[in-house]
């Protein structure tokens, strides 16, 4: 069985920082991008970063951009989400993907790219 789990979410006041971490199990994704997608209370699921197989190509959502990094350890089937300068309006639910394509030098920004999704962990950043 095909799992993604996150974990590192948490409580943090706004100025602080979370790591958070997802691990994959049951098939190797070393061959496909990886991303993070949030979703807050009443609004849809948004893109917040995504990197490609390599790791040497990466994006980043505006609101994001310079605060968060997104790192990826394939030996590890892992994916890493480094997040500074927390701000309350980052307060969401933190989804991990991986794509549905493989060997792919660029990386997608749409959640209809990504077939495989992690249930999510809680992010609250209280101001």
């Known amino acids: 069985q095909v799992q993604l789990v996150e974990s590192g979410g948490g409580l943090v006041q706004a100025g602080g920082s979370l790591r958070l971490s997802c691990a994959a199990s049951g098939r190797t994704f070393s061959s496909n991008a990886r991303a993070w997608f949030r979703q807050a209370p009443g609004k849809e699921r948004e893109f917040v970063a995504a990197i490609n197989w390599r790791g040497g190509n990466a994006a980043y959502a505006d609101s994001v951009k310079g605060r968060f990094t997104i790192s990826r350890d394939n030996a590890k089937n892992t994916v890493l989400l480094q997040m500074n300068s927390l701000k309350p309006e980052d307060t969401a639910v933190y989804y991990c993907?991986?794509?549905?394509?493989?060997?792919?030098?660029?990386?997608?920004?749409?959640?209809?790219?990504?077939?495989?999704w992690g249930q999510g962990t809680q992010v609250t950043v209280a101001s």
């Open positions: 993907a991986a794509s549905w394509s493989s060997l792919s030098d660029s990386v997608a920004v749409t959640p209809g790219a990504y077939g495989y």
